[in-house]
C-alpha cells in the first residue's frame, strides 16, 4: 500500500489494504508514540472509538480497541457516530486519543483509520510518521491491572453530540420541513434527531444502514433521489450527507441542487450579519466556482484560496485565525462549533438562516450566480510535467487571455491517478466547453507517455 498514512490518516479496501491486523498494529504503535511523547504524562490515557456504517468497521473497531486497551489505553467504544462527532467527543471529554473507522464518501468496500489528537485535531504529519516507524516494534507493554479497559456506549455519546449541534443555533427551525438524506450512513440517528431537536418536520430517506448500503446510489455522492423526494414531499428544503457525515449539500424547494459553494455563501453572509465572520473571510478552494469569489466580493467578504482538500482549508483557517472555510463539495469547517467539516452542523446552520430570513434557500442561494463550468479529466497522461510544460503553459495562458475577468482556467495533476484535471468557467456553456476541449487535446499531445 505504500506510505501507510495519506492525506486523511490510513485508507483503501478493507480487509485487503486496510486489515485488522494493520488496526491493530498501527493502533499499538499510536499509543506507543503517544506515550513516549509524553501525550499520557501523569494520567491514565483514554480513547474513544467510533466508525460509519460499513460491515468492516465492526471488526476493524475491534481491532482499534483491542490494541489501545493491550496497549494500556481505557477505550470508549462510542459505536455508530459521524467523524464529526467523534471529532467532538475527543474535545469535549477530555480524551487523549480519538479514532474514526471511516472511508467518508467513498464506496462500501473501502475503509479508513483517522487518529484525532487531544482536542479533537488531525495528528500532525510528524506523529504519522513516528507511529509508522514504529509499526511492530517490541515495547514493555502493560500487564495485570495495566492494561486499558473497553467499555461500549449506551447512546449518550450521540445525545451529547446532538445537544452541541443543537446549541449552535440561535433561531430554531419551528415551521420548517426538511427532508434528509443520511447516505444510509453514519448520521442515519443523530441527523435527524438533532434537526427535530432543533425544531423542525423531518422526513428521513435513506437511514436504514445494514453494513452494505453506504453510500449506495444516495447520500451527497447521489443527490437525485433527494431532489425528486423534496418535490414530491412538499419540503421547504433537504439535506444530503455522505458515509461519514462530514460532507452536506442541500436542494431547494424546487428540487435544484445547492451546492457547497452557495452553502458557505449563505453562512458566511449569514455569519458577517451577526458579526462571527472572523476578519471577514471565506477560506475556500481552487475548485470553488468563480461565481462564489464574485459574490463574496460584492458583499466585503475577502475569500482565501488554497489547494484542493479539507486539510489545506483547515491549515489555512489556523494559520489566520478564520472561523469559516470549505469546499464545492460541501465538506464545510464552522472553527467556532467543529475542528473538521461537520454536516449536520451545516445543516443546522443553513436551516437556521432560512428561518431566521424567512427567505426560502432558493432566494437565500441565488446570491452566487455560477459561471458555467465544464471539467475535463485527461488520462493516460504524465502527470509529473503539467507544471514545467512551457507550451502547455503557454496554451494556458492564452485561454486566460481570452476568457478575460469573465472566466479562469486551472489546470491540476490530480493527486492519486494517472490524469490531469482541465477545468474552465465562461460566461457561456458552450466557450466552457470550447476551451476545455481545446486545452485538453494541448494537454494529451505535450504530456503523451
Known sequence: MGRLFGTDGVRGLANRDVTAEVALDVSVAAAHVLGTKGAFAGHRP???????????????AAAVSAGLASAGVDVDDVGLLPTPAVAFLTAATGVDLGVVLSASHNPMPDNGIKFLARGGHKLDDELEDAIETRLGEPWDRPVGAGV????????RAGELYVEHLVSTI???????RIAVDCANG????VGPAALRAAGAEVLVINAAPDG????????????????????????DLGVAFDGDADRCLAVDANGT???????????????????????????????????????????????????VGDRYVLEAMRAGGFSLGGEQSGHIILAEHAT???GILTALQLASRVAASGRPLADLASVVQRLPQTLVNVSGVDRTRAAGDGPLGDAVARAEQLLGGTGRVLLRPSGTEPLVRVMVEAATQAEADRVAGELADVVRERLAL
Open 46 to 60: 483514554r480513547a474513544v472509538v467510533g466508525r460509519d456504517s460499513r460491515a468492516s468497521g465492526e471488526f476493524l
Open 148 to 155: 486499558g479497559r473497553i467499555r461500549v456506549d449506551t447512546g
Open 170 to 176: 440561535t433561531t430554531p427551525l419551528t415551521g420548517l
Open 186 to 189: 453514519a448520521a442515519s440517528e
Open 212 to 235: 452494505l448500503n453506504i453510500n449506495d446510489r444516495c447520500g451527497s455522492t447521489h443527490p437525485e433521489q433527494l431532489q425528486a423526494f423534496v418535490v414530491a414531499s412538499g419540503a
Open 257 to 307: 441542487l445547492v451546492d457547497g459553494d452557495q452553502i458557505m455563501a449563505v453562512i458566511a453572509l449569514a455569519l458577517r450579519d451577526q458579526g462571527r465572520l472572523a476578519h471577514d473571510t471565506l477560506v475556500i478552494t481552487v475548485m470553488s466556482n468563480l461565481g462564489l469569489r464574485l459574490a463574496m466580493t460584492e458583499a466585503g467578504v475577502t475569500t482565501v484560496d488554497t489547494a
Open 340 to 342: 473538521t467539516g461537520d
